[in-house]
């Protein structure tokens, strides 16, 4: 990652969550977030395509759309966020193989995977929603909330019984 960049919009987020905490500015911190995120996603994947890091493209591109999903999800009222999650997850697998493949234009695998991904999330939120997909996954969700702290326990616990000495 191109360390300038970085600073640059840690500086503005900074900046702009006193400015937003002060009163000053009107916004949402989660759109100012957002709005940082794409900005550095968009310069840092350009940086990257000239230094030709793959890494850090799928990274970049990921927290580009992450930003896109968060300003979204601030600026229009959504009321089944779950399932905006569901379908920004597959966009964003499908977008960021989309981007392998544009840069390792050999391999297919990753534009076959990246379309059927894409279409599976366009799929998800026009069919799969008629059918009761969202109200599935709200319940499988609150299911998850209650023993997600038992599952980060135990996965932290034998990540270290499992280390290497």
């Known amino acids: 990652m191109n360390k300038n960049l970085v600073a640059i919009s840690l500086i503005i987020l900074g900046a702009g969550l006193l400015l937003i905490w002060s ?6 911190s989660e759109i100012l977030l957002g709005l940082v995120l794409a900005a550095f996603g ?4 350009n940086y990257s395509f000239r230094i030709g890091s793959r890494k850090t493209i799928i990274l ?6 992450v930003g896109v999903v968060l300003i979204v999800k601030n600026s ?26 544009i840069d390792n234009m050999r391999q ?12 599976l999330s366009y799929f ?7 059918i009761g997909l969202f109200e599935w ?6 299911i998850f909330e209650i023993f997600l702290p038992i599952i980060l326990i135990l996965f932290g616990m034998s990540i270290f019984i499992n280390r290497k000495k």
């Open 42 to 45: 968009i310069s840092n994947t």
């Open 60 to 65: 970049s591109a990921i927290l580009f759309l």
């Open 23 to 28: 009163g000053i500015l009107i916004y949402d």
């Open 137 to 142: 996954l709200k319940t499988v969700g609150d």
């Open 124 to 130: 998800s939120l026009t069919v799969l929603k008629k």
């Open 76 to 101: 229009y009222e959504i009321m089944d966020t779950r399932g905006l999650i569901l379908v920004s997850i597959l966009f964003i697998s499908g977008a960021s193989l989309l981007i392998l493949f």
């Open 108 to 119: 297919k695998t990753f534009l076959f995977s990246g379309f059927a991904l894409i279409i």
